[in-house]
């Protein structure tokens, strides 16, 4: 199957400072990519969905302005979490979703935030 | 709004029993439903999907479901696991036909199989 990579896979950052999560699809091109946030014991929840090119979909109750997504190629989104505070500590997931209309999941990035 | 519910958090079995994860969604429309699993360390990967047709769906590794219309039901059964089945399960639903943007998770079920 379609390979998606996500890197860093864990990252550890101060309170206030901004972290970049990257999405990559390694050997097909992703017309649209999830981004997804996974809390202990709880299900993925999506945050936004973004299509190349264009400005992300964020679902309800996600901060746009505080989780900045970019889709500038077929093979690339990334996710910066901006101004990052201890309650932004999660797991992220991004998913990549090509002409198949199949989404292949990334192995998630553990953000700490102290 | 779309909701999917996995009834067991977590399921500890031995080897060779017989499986069965509860997933009941709700949603009024035509759904498409999906099973993934995520092995220890190891990122998402789908077991199995329904989007219309022979509602027993057959995925890798022996795993089938059934989607029930009637209960809101797409219950993941196996015959026989094994101790490498064990991992976490998730239940997801769309309401978008032939999509599979916008899915909806369950909160997962562990399964730990005894060897």
């Known amino acids: 199957g379609a390979v998606v990579s996500q890197h860093p896979s864990r990252v550890i950052c101060k309170s206030g400072t901004s972290v970049k999560i990257e999405c990559r699809s390694l050997d097909f091109q992703a017309t649209t990519m999830f981004w997804y946030r996974q809390f202990p014991k709880q299900s993925l929840m999506l945050m936004a969905t973004s299509n190349e090119g264009s400005k992300a979909t964020y679902e309800q109750g996600v901060e746009k302005d505080k989780f900045l997504i970019n889709h500038a190629s077929l093979t690339l989104s990334t996710l910066t979490v901006t101004s990052a505070h201890p309650e932004d500590s999660s797991f992220y997931i991004c998913s990549a979703q090509g002409q198949t209309n199949e989404q292949f999941f990334g192995p998630g990035t553990r953000l700490t935030v102290l | 709004a779309q909701s999917v519910s996995q009834h067991n958090h977590h399921v500890i079995l031995s080897e060779a029993a017989s499986l069965e994860l509860g997933c009941n969604y709700s949603?009024?429309?035509?759904?498409?439903l999906f099973w993934y699993v995520q092995y220890p360390g190891q990122h998402l990967q789908l077991l199995l999907k329904?989007?219309?047709?022979?509602?027993l769906v057959k995925g890798i590794k022996g795993f089938e479901a059934e989607f029930i219309k009637s209960k809101f039901s797409f219950n993941l059964r196996k015959p026989s696991v094994q101790w490498s089945d064990t991992a976490e399960y998730f239940c997801?639903?769309?309401?978008?036909?032939?999509?599979?943007?916008?899915?909806?998770f369950g909160k997962g079920t562990k399964l730990s199989v005894k060897p």
């Open positions: 997801a639903v769309n309401g978008y036909g032939g999509s599979q943007g916008n899915l909806i």
């Open positions: 949603y009024g429309g035509t759904v498409n």
């Open positions: 329904y989007f219309s047709g022979d509602p």
